[in-house]
């Protein structure tokens, strides 16, 4: 079966920009949806970013929008989160999914999760 790994996330200051990486193993992305969630302490799990690999269609909640981009490497076999002008309440967990029926931020549709990454955006 697929798995999937995210990495990169890390302590930064506001304002400042993280990479984050999804990894996947097991079979290539070229077929598939690959989407970002983030989940910050006390709150419920919420869509950040989704890419269909067939043809880099992206999406992006309004919250990020201008911010962040999503990316794929199919060298690689990986999906980048690139976060710029981070902001405190970018803090969370962020975790990337897949094995999705379409890019939706709608998260019990997908299949296969990473086990996260933690940003703290903090001064």
């Known amino acids: 079966q697929v798995k999937v790994a995210e990495s990169g996330g890390g302590l930064v200051q506001p304002g400042g920009s993280l990479r984050l990486s999804c990894a996947a193993s097991g079979r290539t992305l070229d077929a598939d949806v690959i989407a970002w969630f983030r989940q910050a302490p006390g709150k419920e799990r919420e869509g950040v970013s989704c890419?269909?690999?067939?043809?880099?269609?992206?999406h992006y909640a309004d919250s990020v929008k201008d911010r962040f981009t999503i990316s794929r490497d199919n060298a690689k076999n990986t999906v980048y989160l690139n976060m710029n002008n981070l902001k405190p309440e970018d803090t969370a967990v962020y975790y990337c999914?897949?094995?999705?029926?379409?890019?939706?931020?709608?998260?019990?549709?997908?299949?296969?999760w990473g086990q996260g990454t933690q940003v703290t955006v903090s001064s």
């Open positions: 890419m269909t690999t067939t043809d880099g269609e992206t």
């Open positions: 999914a897949t094995d999705g029926p379409q890019c939706t931020f709608y998260a019990p549709v997908f299949v296969t």
